[in-house]
């Protein structure tokens, strides 16, 4: 028996035109990032840079130190503003996980599939309307006078404006106006998160015995937890920014609430009531401190980044 040698297998020919359209490619990739990355320096890193330089100096441009944090720290009203804010940062980012994941997760396991559509659709609708327009649309639902739901605000014991803007009441209102804005399109967020979980998974676990909720809380929850994380850190950065709604319902309330109820309203107030760009600019690097340890201490104890091996 004798072995036939056969000829090698000549590489077949490269195409004409596939370096151009690589080139294209990657000129269109590099267009699209470039568009992006002037952006992100336009109005993101020059924008914080320049506000760290004003926080360590003063009108005449000279280096300062911490003096402009010390002095926006003992402010009356730098105590309460934050207070208030991470009050209503609790109650928001509280509400919005655990009402959010488990709405997706009825969503995905226990609503038809027609029905589940129309639903996330529903749930997306306010958060097609701009901050300003939602908040003017809660002036009318929380003003017993005109709201449609006037009979529930005086059932409660709120029979005016002004007991409806009690100061007490304040971050619960604005959790109800976040939630109801912002909740709609995090839920579809999570649903499609959920849709990326195998369905041999949940097959694997129907077989084992469990439950829908029990699946959900040690199979589905679990794998999504990068997910929740990301929500928070987005919930919580967009949370400590509060400006539009206080805003808007100190002018509406005429004065009831103040009108440095958050962090952002009072730099507002440094900046443009009392011309100290300094202090205002002091109190932002405040709350993007706050935000990136937050951020931080998520990314760390979600594993958020960590590759999964196969």
């Given at each position: 028996?004798?072995?036939?040698?056969?000829p090698?297998?000549?590489?077949?020919?490269?195409?004409?035109g596939?370096?151009?359209?690589?080139?294209?490619a990657?000129?269109?990739?590099w267009?699209?990032?470039?568009?992006?990355?002037?952006?992100?320096?336009?109005?993101?890193v020059?924008?914080?840079?320049?506000?760290?330089?004003?926080?360590f100096?003063n009108?005449?441009?000279q280096?300062?130190g911490i003096?402009?944090f010390?002095?926006v720290?003992?402010?009356?009203?730098?105590?309460?503003a934050?207070?208030?804010?991470?009050?209503y940062?609790?109650?928001?980012?509280?509400?919005?996980v655990?009402l959010?994941?488990?709405?997706?997760?009825?969503?995905?396991?226990?609503?038809?599939?027609g029905?589940?559509?129309?639903?996330?659709?529903?749930?997306?609708?306010p958060?097609?309307l701009?901050?300003?327009a939602s908040?003017?649309?809660w002036l009318?639902?929380?003003?017993?006078?005109?709201?449609?739901?006037?009979?529930?605000?005086?059932?409660?014991?709120?029979?005016?404006?002004?007991?409806?803007?009690?100061p007490?009441?304040?971050p619960?209102?604005?959790?109800?106006i976040?939630?109801?804005?912002?909740?709609g399109?995090?839920?579809?967020?999570?649903?499609?998160?959920l849709?990326?979980i195998?369905?041999?998974?949940?097959e694997?676990?129907k077989?084992?015995?469990?439950?829908p909720?029990?699946?959900?809380?040690?199979?589905?929850i679990?794998m999504?937890?990068?997910?929740?994380?990301?929500m928070?850190?987005?919930?919580?950065a967009g949370g400590?920014q509060?400006?539009?709604?206080?805003?808007?319902?100190?002018?509406?309330?005429?004065?009831?609430?103040?009108p440095?109820?958050?962090?952002?309203?009072?730099?507002?107030?440094?900046?443009f009531?009392q011309?100290d760009?300094?202090?205002?600019?002091?109190?932002?690097v405040?709350?993007?401190?706050?935000?990136?340890?937050?951020?931080?201490?998520?990314v760390?104890?979600s594993?958020?980044?960590?590759?999964?091996?196969?």
């Amino acid at each position: 028996m004798t072995l036939v040698d056969t000829p090698p297998v000549a590489a077949p020919a490269r195409r004409r035109g596939t370096q151009p359209r690589r080139r294209a490619a990657g000129l269109a990739g590099w267009l699209f990032a470039g568009g992006y990355t002037v952006l992100l320096l336009a109005f993101g890193v020059f924008p914080t840079c320049y506000a760290f330089y004003l926080a360590f100096t003063n009108d005449a441009g000279q280096f300062t130190g911490i003096n402009q944090f010390t002095k926006v720290a003992r402010d009356y009203r730098f105590g309460p503003a934050f207070s208030h804010v991470l009050l209503y940062l609790v109650l928001w980012l509280v509400t919005l996980v655990v009402l959010t994941v488990l709405a997706a997760v009825v969503l995905r396991s226990r609503v038809r599939p027609g029905l589940s559509a129309l639903l996330r659709f529903l749930y997306y609708i306010p958060g097609a309307l701009a901050g300003v327009a939602s908040v003017l649309v809660w002036l009318f639902m929380l003003d017993p006078d005109v709201s449609p739901v006037s009979w529930l605000l005086r059932a409660i014991g709120l029979d005016s404006f002004a007991a409806v803007l009690a100061p007490g009441d304040l971050p619960v209102i604005f959790m109800l106006i976040a939630f109801w804005t912002g909740a709609g399109g995090w839920m579809v967020v999570m649903y499609g998160a959920l849709n990326n979980i195998p369905d041999e998974v949940l097959e694997a676990a129907k077989m084992d015995g469990a439950g829908p909720w029990r699946s959900a809380w040690h199979i589905q929850i679990p794998m999504i937890r990068q997910w929740i994380a990301y929500m928070t850190i987005l919930a919580f950065a967009g949370g400590t920014q509060l400006f539009v709604e206080p805003q808007l319902l100190q002018t509406a309330s005429l004065g009831r609430i103040s009108p440095t109820w958050s962090p952002n309203q009072l730099a507002y107030v440094y900046a443009f009531q009392q011309g100290d760009f300094n202090g205002a600019a002091a109190i932002s690097v405040f709350l993007l401190a706050l935000g990136l340890l937050c951020a931080g201490l998520l990314v760390w104890r979600s594993n958020m980044f960590t590759i999964e091996e196969k």
